[in-house]
């Protein structure tokens, strides 16, 4: 408790200081200009747009609900200028008067020739006020046209990023700078997602056409943030449009989609979903006794209704709903797999004034798997799920030009449930097969942090956020701090060093995440950490141009490897081996985000390794996922009104996996054979070839009775190299065999899109 006390001391000594400095009087001080920024059709609020003071150095960005503040702004007449990607920029004049504060709604029009070719014009004075370090926005619009198998999809355009990479080509899960995926924050409207995928990791379960921005924190993400050791995404839902009703209807060969949204009582509201139809294909297929075809299908569900309260205040609900069902049956064999994510959140956004502004969020989330089989007669079934209810309170103060606060509560109460019978039976005896887990974990944290423009070169960040958990009796503190230097007005360079902790861990298998399983930190291991260590450097050679160079290094405590050995663990030290590890590398990025012409080219170099006593006769070692060098390019143009054409290239150094170094064969009496066994090399000790693959798309725009209609078609694995998923050895014949199991090859595919 002494821990405790220690870290709400330090928080609050945190905002205690800001306050401070924030008392510190202004010469030549005005009033504050607050307000919302907003699409003029929709209503839609719109994040990240610029508000500046024109010819000052005063400015501001939307937060996540697109709010802004400007503190000090001098009396008299003064020139705003807003500006936003996709939008045509505006300027507005406005009166300030001493001592008056101004609160505006600002409305932004869309480009008049398109929302992909327009020039957005930001004061480099403003951008010195934000310490984004290794914060990465790709553009609703681009991950829209970015197309696989028919379908847009967030993780697939995440993945194209330098320093995000992935256990193969069909996999959706995240490993970035060396982390795993169950090392990543992911929010949607503030609720946790667990495990956000379809098709067993092929794409990921967010529909695109229900999703307003997208934030990747690549590493030494802020205080406000925690839970996890490497890295958040932070996915946004649209409000919807609170102006007209308007619709969408997509059909591609993976799935069909829709989405209807328009305006509820004093809001918006929108709702969609998404089916594939594979079981339905299955179903018109006579059926083969002999080689039955698996039935498989999976659906998601997004819906949102935001409500204005009054001019200060905005509340929302928000709801998510997947599911994935795979059954097959087989001559006295018959299995089934379900899998599913259910979450809702309820948030209340309040603006105390014009400077101070707070987001409640209420959320509950569900990710539940599990496996029924019947194997002639004999009876197996595993299930587990986890499910925490969250509470959020976070305040953001505006405190003046050069300062802003944010400080805030969170609190997580979680139920971890797991259950297993290999008895054979549907009502068995009590037995060692049979085993059952309900465990009910709560956490609680608090942080604290400040931005504080020292000069007009110099900007510094510090966080503090303490956590406790409650099973283990475990304190952390996780210390955060940030500054960023204007070294010309072309040049900054940013610095970040954070400790990061995590309660929760995850026994999967790299190959396939169908079946995570999610388990607290109880008293047998110790939290998870990472130290994490960024210096980079940022710059604007041209308008709308972005390229940085981010190098960092992270020391990984007390991560975990599954132990595949172990069937009857009570306890989690028994389910994992626990060991350290280090990642460090550097990372190039070349974004363009307006224009005809939008894209990246990223490269990245990056050394991953871990120890465990137990694992690889404890000598270090790479894991599966580690690939040396990792070149991506990314290009989207805008060719006329009706046409867009897009392409991605990928070139990485091939996965690892675990060679053979022998093979010995043990027979049994009164057989002529037996099963042979391979003595395994050094742990991932080897390496795949190299793996590249290029996709291209043409987007047709044109109009079906009169309404908007594109024709999606997209070309997955141009020229058709399939890469090796995994390598395995048979030991059927007497030579064992080396088998490589490769991915999809060539595959164009046609999809439709129509508006109304």
């Known amino acids: ?37 907003e699409d003029s059709v929709t209503k839609e609020t719109l994040i990240g747009a610029t508000v500046l003071v024109k010819g000052t150095k005063l400015g501001a960005y939307t937060n996540k609900r697109g709010f802004f503040s400007i503190s000090n702004v001098p009396p008299g007449k003064q020139t705003l200028t807003v500006t936003s990607i996709g939008y045509e920029k505006r300027e507005l004049e406005v009166i300030i008067k001493e001592d008056e504060p101004l609160k505006l709604r600002i409305q932004m029009s869309m ?26 926005n790709v553009p609703m619009e681009q991950i829209q046209q970015m197309r696989i198998g028919g379908e847009a999809d967030i993780f697939r355009a995440l993945q194209m990023l330098p320093g995000v990479l992935t256990s193969s080509q069909i996999s959706s899960g995240l490993f970035i700078r060396g982390g795993s995926p169950d090392q990543n924050l992911v929010l949607l409207d503030g609720m946790t997602v667990y495990n956000p ?62 989405s209807v949204q328009g305006p509820l009582g004093n809001g918006s509201f929108f709702l969609g979903g998404r089916r594939t139809y594979l079981d339905l294909i299955v179903g018109l297929i006579p059926d083969d006794p002999e080689n039955p075809l698996p039935d498989f299908n999976f659906y998601d569900v997004n819906a949102k209704i935001t409500q204005d309260l009054g001019p200060n205040d905005k509340l929302s609900m928000s709801g998510f709903l997947t599911r994935d069902a795979l059954s097959y049956t087989q001559q006295g064999l018959d299995f089934s797999i379900g899998i599913g994510n259910k979450a809702g959140a309820l948030q209340w956004s309040h603006v105390f004034g014009d400077d101070l502004f707070s987001i409640v969020t209420f959320s509950a989330s569900t990710y539940d798997n599990g496996f029924d089989g019947n194997n002639a007669g004999f009876i197996i079934d595993v299930g587990n799920a986890i499910t925490d209810y969250s509470a959020k309170v976070n305040l953001e103060w505006f405190a003046n030009d050069r300062l802003t606060v944010k400080t805030g509560y969170e609190g997580t109460l979680y139920n971890f ?23 009910w974990d709560n956490i609680h944290s608090v942080y604290g942090s400040m931005n504080y423009l020292i000069t007009d070169e110099i900007s510094f960040q510090a966080g503090l956020r303490g956590n406790y958990w409650t099973t283990s009796k475990h304190v952390t503190v996780d210390p955060r701090l940030a500054l960023r230097v204007q070294v010309t007005d072309g040049i900054a360079i940013k610095g970040a060093w954070g400790i990061f902790h995590q309660y929760l861990r995850l026994a999967s298998n790299p190959d396939f995440t169908f079946f995570d399983t999610w388990l607290p930190t109880d008293r047998t291991v110790p939290p998870g950490r990472s130290d994490h260590y960024v210096l980079a450097v940022e710059t604007q050679p041209w308008d709308g141009v972005m390229f940085s160079v981010d190098a960092y290094y992270k020391t990984l405590h007390n991560i975990n490897e599954l132990n595949q050995t172990q069937t009857r663990a009570r306890e989690v030290g028994s389910v994992f081996y626990i060991g350290a590890g280090t990642a460090y590398g550097v990372e190039f990025f070349l ?43 990314t290009a989207l143009y805008k060719l006329n009104e009706r046409w867009d054409i897009g392409a991605t290239f990928v070139f990485q150094t091939g996965q690892s996996y675990t060679g053979a170094t022998s093979r010995y064969q043990g027979t049994l009496p009164g057989f002529e054979t037996g099963r042979g066994i391979i003595v395994p090399s050094q742990r991932w000790g080897l390496r795949l070839p190299s793996s590249h ?24 694995n141009v020229y058709s190299r399939r890469d090796i998923w995994f390598r395995f050895y048979d030991l059927n014949e007497q030579i064992p065999e080396v088998t490589d199991v490769r991915l999809l090859p060539i595959l164009p595919t046609i999809s439709f899109e129509i508006k109304f």
């Open 197 to 258: 995928s379809h098709l067993f990791g092929f794409i990921s379960a967010f529909n695109t056409d229900a999703v307003k921005d997208v934030e990747l924190l690549k590493g030494g993400f802020p205080a406000e943030f925690g839970g996890r050791m490497s890295a958040v995404l932070n996915v946004t839902q649209k409000d919807g449009n609170r102006d007209h009703v308007e619709g969408l209807v997509g059909l591609g060969l993976i799935s069909s989609r829709a």
């Open 111 to 136: 480009s008049a020739l398109s929302s992909r070719d327009v020039v957005v014009e930001a004061s480099r004075d403003d951008e010195k006020r934000q310490i984004n370090i290794s914060k990465v």
């Open 1 to 37: 408790m002494i821990t405790v006390r220690r870290a709400l001391v330090a928080i609050l000594t945190i905002v205690t200081c800001a306050s401070a400095i924030a008392a510190v009087p202004e010469p030549m001080a005005g009033s504050s200009v607050s307000g919302f920024v």
């Open 693 to 716: 693959q290029l996709n291209l798309n043409v987007n047709y725009n044109t109009t079906l009775f009169d309404l908007p209609f594109t024709i999606f078609l997209d070309i997955y």
């Open 417 to 439: 449930t797991y259950e297993q019978n290999f008895s054979g039976s549907r009502n068995p005896q009590s037995s060692d097969a049979v085993f059952n887990l309900n465990v």
């Open 591 to 633: 974004q363009q985000k307006v224009g005809k012409l939008t894209g990246w080219v990223g490269y990245a170099l990056g050394w991953v390794e871990g120890r465990f006593d137990s694992v690889n006769f404890g000598r270090p070692f790479r894991p599966k996922f580690d690939r040396r060098h990792d070149f991506k390019a």
